[in-house]
């Protein structure tokens, strides 16, 4: 009976050892899964030594995530890999708390493995930064970013597009809450990276100059920003042709900073370009065309030119009468643009038309105490008592 049982205790023994072989080598080969899933999505291998991507036995040399699958810390590695995965998972997800709280993990992983600096833990870093900020997390956002553009220059080299990237990042999160000097500074960084490391007539230096043109602006700094919108615009063109819309907002900031410069010929000409190019690639009209058709109205007015400034604020208002409450709430700002330049015309009946309609949509949305009500109510008095004298007036002479 003893013998008995001392084979079936070293039966146990042998499967229980055969147990764990399995489950490391299940482990190990999930973790190397995981491991490339993250080249996966960070990229591979490209024409440039600028915009190249490590190998993995480079990248993850020397301290680096990929040793640490071959040692005691394999667990740690394992959760560092698997935690970055399901973090991009959900942010593609749109699922912005279950990936930060994934990507948080993931980060504490590569901090205790000293593996930030690689392209797995630089993808973690920007991915987290995004989801921050996204959740305006500020604070932390600043914080993390910085992480991954440090990050960036070590785990790819300081002239590199990752780190042009990043920087982007960087001033996205600055622009978002309102820091455009310091926002306009990392793109400048960016910038010269991608001027460097890709020539002058690449789509990315084209993209760098708008968002520095776009910073320059937000300080009021217009004739700078003039300058940089119309070099980008040279780019843009000369990468997708006259008419595409991955451009339309340059052109449409370039007018206005024409406007805001006070170069309102320049800007109504620019305007009118940026309609055309609209209506050039589709019929139907967003937000940004009746603002623009808005803009392009004050334009004319601006630059004592009172007849097509009249012929595009007519063709503005029926656009808004052509459209519902529901569409037109959104853009209630051009509505009352609109009846603005009416009453800068001295049209009151047309003024009176589109204040009545603001004023009914402005009480739908905001309650009948509103202060802001205020002014809309004192410009449709204004129209009334216009539109009364000329009745009168046109009753006398008969």
Known sequence: MSELLKDDSDQKVKLKTGNRLVDFTTTLIAGLLLLGAIFYFVGGGNSSPYTNTHTIASTF?????????????????????SHTIFGQIDESKKNAD?????????????????????VAGH????????????????????????????????????????????????????ASQKKYAEAEKVYKEAYDLDLNGLGKH??????????????????????????????????WKENRGQYHPSFSW????????????GDYAQAAREF???????????????KEYFRNLAWLSWSYLFDANPDRARIRVTRLSVMLNNTSDTDVIPMIDVLESAADVFISLGEYRQAEELYQRLLRLQKSQWGLDDPRLERTTKHLAECTEHISAESGSLKSAN
Do not use: W
């Open 98 to 118: 279950d990936s930060i709280r994934h990507l948080k993990i993931a980060r504490d992983a590569y901090k205790v493995l000293n593996s930030q600096n690689t």
């Open 123 to 174: 993808a973690c870093l920007s991915m987290l930064g995004r989801e921050l900020s996204s959740k305006n997390d500020y604070a932390q956002a600043e914080i993390v970013l910085k992480e991954a553009t440090d990050s960036a220059k070590v785990a790819y080299g300081p002239q590199h597009e990752m780190v042009a990237l990043a920087l982007r990042d960087q001033g996205l999160l600055f």
């Open 250 to 261: 340059v052109e449409e900031n370039l007018a206005k900073a024409y406007y805001e410069s």
């Open 202 to 235: 690449h789509l990315d230096v084209a993209y760098d100059m708008s968002c520095i043109a776009e910073m320059k602006f937000r300080q009021k700094l217009y004739t700078e920003s003039i300058q940089y919108f119309k070099d980008s615009l040279l780019v």
């Open 272 to 286: 009118e370009k940026s309609l055309a190019r609209s209506d050039h690639l589709h019929g139907t009209h967003g």
């Open 61 to 81: 040399s020397l301290g680096g995530l990929l040793p640490k699958f071959c040692s005691s810390e394999f667990p740690i590695a394992l959760n560092a890999a």
